[in-house]
Nanobody
Framework: QVRLVESGGGLVKPGGSLTLSCAAS????????MGWYRQAPGNERVLVAI???????KYADSVKGRFTMSRDKTKNTITLQMNDLKPEDTAVYYC??????????????WGQGTQVTVSV
């Protein structure tokens, strides 16, 4: 299996910046995409940014121009640079690794989540 370990969350004031990191280990050869999701209290988990193996990163409209994702396929790591943070960015952020099973995408692996709180 794949294990995902996240780091970098914390408390930041509006307009500030944070960078999240995620490292994958284990059976990483089968990973077809890695991405970031977030979930605020009382809301569903939503996609923030994702990088398929042969594609450039894609972003949710809510973070375009503010967040930048990077991915190193050799080191099996991803980052999420978050700038101009807003209170509505407050959420638990999750690292995800997707695989392809029987021709179908499967978001099979999740990190433990890291809390990002944007508040005065």
């Amino acid at each position: 299996q794949v294990r995902l370990v996240e780091s970098g969350g914390g408390l930041v004031k509006p307009g500030g910046s944070l960078t999240l990191s995620c490292a994958a280990s284990g059976s990483t050869a089968g990973i077809a995409a890695m991405g970031w999701y977030r979930q605020a209290p009382g809301n569903e988990r939503v996609l923030v940014a994702i990088s398929a193996n042969v594609d450039t990163p894609k972003y949710a409209d809510s973070v375009k121009g503010r967040f930048t994702m990077s991915r190193d396929k050799t080191k099996n790591t991803i980052t999420l640079q978050m700038n101009d943070l807003k209170p509505e960015d407050t959420a638990v952020y999750y690292c995800n690794a997707a695989i392809i099973v029987a021709g179908t995408w499967d978001n099979a692996y999740w990190g433990q989540g890291t809390q990002v709180t944007v508040s005065v």
